[in-house]
């Protein structure tokens, strides 16, 4: 992979990461706000409920996320980005425009997901 674009993707997850950590920020802050709220009604409470449940379900996705930017950046200092960690072969520069945290080959990725689907796993 040329310096180019590493750094292309370099930039990249740093924006990403840069908005996903504002983004977690302000969503602890509603939490925080959501814990002082108590409704009277139980049909509010439920709603409020559900709606902290899918709050601190996409704060989870969200950092598992921050955690896949961080260990990209950490292969780009290590020389190690774009690299599929199966079969050790280049990640096509495609494959890393549409998902730039990933760490495995179309090939790679299409095997374990195939795998995965057959084995319930």
């Given at each position: 992979m040329r310096?180019?674009?590493?750094?292309?993707?370099?930039?990249?997850?740093?924006?990403?990461?840069?908005?996903?950590?504002?983004?977690?920020?302000?969503a602890a802050g509603e939490l925080i706000d959501a814990d002082t709220i108590h409704e009277a009604d139980p049909l509010d409470r439920a709603m409020e409920e559900q709606a902290r449940d899918r709050r601190l379900h996409f704060q989870n996705r969200d950092r598992k996320l921050i955690a896949k930017i961080q260990s990209c950046l950490e292969a780009i200092e290590e020389g190690e980005y774009g690299i599929c960690q199966a079969c050790e072969e280049p990640i096509s520069l495609a494959r890393l425009r549409a998902r730039p945290v990933t760490s495995y080959c179309i090939d790679c990725k299409t095997e374990q997901e195939s795998y995965e689907k057959m084995t319930g796993s």
């Open positions: 310096d180019e674009d590493v750094q292309f993707f370099r930039n990249e997850l740093l924006r990403e990461l840069k908005n996903l950590t504002l983004k977690a920020d302000i």
